[in-house]
């Protein structure tokens, strides 16, 4: 059983959205100082790095990230490779193989090459999905769907790809990094943090071999 | 297949240890403030909650949060029940009926109740493991080992149990809620954060009915 973890790692040059605040990891106790353990404390968006949309990011009576299907985050997923691709659209995705009755899908994209790079910059030219594209696949039926940059949307056009997925009760995964991992079927699990009625929370996702 | 969420919900009423930082999560971007979406950020120690702590925290030498190993993270399970017990003894683990050959072990205890209730005052009477105990598991070949409240070490004897455990390389996992969850045999999953050089890490841990 092979396990991939997917999750981008979280240090201070992780870049971050434009005007979000950033990442901060400090120790309050410090062995080296006499105190009895070493303990941090942490300060983040929780968009940042790779993490989780929930409906209430762009929805004003949406469902916080408590409240997301653990069913849905879990389970049999396609990891779908579209190389040379910044926008995504419909019928790219039409003409690529997504198999049958995929309730879950991960877009790898030359997006994966910043994280496996360490880009410390943010960078606005990022491979994402239109809105056509997200009915198109609300319209068959995908459930989850998992970006490897910090926005499903283009940089200038975020709220009609959110408002269609999350509208439809799809969940958002942003921030993968998919960089060694093939495209085919995997088991997914996406692990957000149990924040109580929160827009998004950071997670831990991993993919096992199938 | 049942899916049982054993972590704990991350709100400001949510008790910490003393001295730690309080967890906090606010809005940087609200809707109804005319902002394209809402968003939220949070502060909190990496041992707020349901968390992993890695050797780095008692241990000066010792690994950071994002270098454990997901084989170990991941996996069989055998979660014990001890009702009506504090102190957790190498003698009371001795005669319980932990199976041959358990890699991984929760213990769930009253401490559980406590999230059950939703206590928001710090307890400081929970049922925790002595260093003897923590000696015995690492005999026994344990690798990985949760509790149900936020030390898995006596109030006051922090650093004998943690000291043993982490040394021999032994996850220790934290402020687990296994109130609905009887005794007997599951698949884990628990995915902390991959926090860079990190003492711990909060996370997100499920338990799969087998």
Same mark, same amino acid.
């Given at each position: 059983?092979?396990?991939?973890?997917?999750?981008?790692?979280?240090?201070?040059?992780?870049?971050?959205?434009?005007?979000?605040?950033?990442?901060?990891?400090?120790?309050?106790?410090?062995?080296?100082?006499?105190?009895?353990?070493?303990?941090?404390?942490?300060?983040?968006?929780?968009?940042?790095?790779?993490?989780?949309?929930?409906?209430?990011?762009?929805?004003?009576?949406?469902?916080?990230?408590?409240?997301?299907?653990?069913?849905?985050?879990?389970?049999?997923?396609?990891? =779908?490779?579209?190389? %040379? @691709? $910044? +926008? *995504?659209?419909?019928?790219? #995705?039409?003409?690529?193989?997504?198999?049958?009755?995929?309730?879950?899908?991960?877009?790898?994209?030359?997006?994966?090459?910043?994280?496996?790079?360490?880009?410390?910059?943010?960078?606005?030219?990022?491979?994402?999905?239109?809105?056509?594209?997200?009915?198109? =696949?609300?319209?068959? %039926? @995908? $459930? +989850? *769907?998992?970006?490897?940059? #910090?926005?499903?949307?283009?940089?200038?056009?975020?709220?009609?790809?959110?408002?269609?997925?999350?509208?439809?009760?799809?969940?958002?995964?942003?921030?993968?990094?998919?960089?060694?991992?093939?495209?085919?079927?995997?088991?997914?699990?996406?692990?957000?943090?149990?924040?109580?009625?929160?827009?998004?929370?950071?997670?831990?996702?991993? #993919?096992?071999?199938?």
């Amino acid at each position: 059983m092979k396990i991939y973890d997917i999750s981008v790692t979280l240090s201070q040059d992780i870049p971050v959205w434009p005007g979000d605040p950033a990442f901060v990891r400090e120790r309050v106790n410090k062995i080296e100082n006499g105190d009895d353990n070493n303990t941090s404390r942490i300060e983040m968006s929780v968009h940042t790095g790779t993490h989780v949309d929930a409906p209430y990011h762009f929805l004003a009576e949406g469902k916080g990230v408590d409240q997301l299907s653990l069913k849905l985050l879990t389970g049999r997923v396609y990891v =779908l490779y579209l190389p %040379g @691709v $910044k +926008l *995504i659209t419909a019928n790219l #995705l039409q003409n690529s193989e997504i198999p049958p009755r995929t309730r879950r899908i991960l877009i790898k994209t030359d997006n994966s090459e910043l994280w496996a790079k360490k880009t410390p910059e943010f960078y606005t030219d990022f491979a994402a999905i239109t809105s056509d594209a997200a009915e198109y =696949l609300v319209q068959r %039926g @995908v $459930k +989850l *769907i998992g970006i490897d940059y #910090l926005s499903i949307a283009p940089y200038h056009q975020g709220r009609p790809t959110h408002e269609t997925l999350l509208k439809a009760g799809v969940i958002i995964i942003e921030g993968l990094n998919l960089y060694d991992v093939e495209q085919g079927r995997y088991m997914l699990f996406c692990l957000p943090l149990k924040l109580q009625g929160s827009d998004g929370a950071p997670a831990r996702a991993v #993919l096992i071999g199938v």
